[in-house]
């Protein structure tokens, strides 16, 4: 088991920067890829980064290429989700999660862990 908690999350302002971070314990860490995922009021929830177990390759939705920096340090066990330029769309429950893998999936039913989220409310 991987437990992922969450942090970071808060009110921005349009054009402000959050960074969220996801900090794994249990088994290790390093051996699974993560991902950040977020879900806003009436939509389903939608992959926004991913990353390789060794941080070597990552995966951005078209949404927030060039904004969001996914990014990881194994022997902290922590991941980071760098998020700059905010604005209203990107209000949500952001999630971290790992798949059944080391490497970058999109298939969401790969994620067997998951963490317990964190709001990012993102003010006009």
């Known amino acids: 088991q991987v437990q992922l908690v969450e942090s970071g999350g808060g009110l921005a302002q349009a054009g402000g920067s959050l960074r969220l971070s996801c900090a794994a314990s249990?088994?290790?860490?390093?051996?699974?890829?993560m991902g950040w995922f977020r879900q806003a009021p009436g939509k389903e929830r939608e992959l926004v980064a991913a990353?390789?177990?060794?941080?070597?390759?990552?995966y951005y939705a078209d949404s927030v290429k060039g904004r969001f920096t996914i990014s990881r340090d194994n022997a902290k066990n922590t991941g980071y989700l760098q998020m700059n330029s905010l604005n209203p769309e990107d209000t949500a429950v952001y999630f971290c999660?790992?798949?059944?893998?080391?490497?970058?999936?999109?298939?969401?039913?790969?994620?067997?862990?998951w963490g317990q989220g964190t709001q990012v409310t993102v003010s006009s």
């Open positions: 249990g088994r290790t860490f390093s051996n699974y890829a």
């Open positions: 999660a790992a798949p059944n893998s080391k490497y970058i999936t999109q298939d969401e039913r790969r994620y067997i862990y």
């Open positions: 990353i390789t177990w060794l941080g070597s390759t990552t």
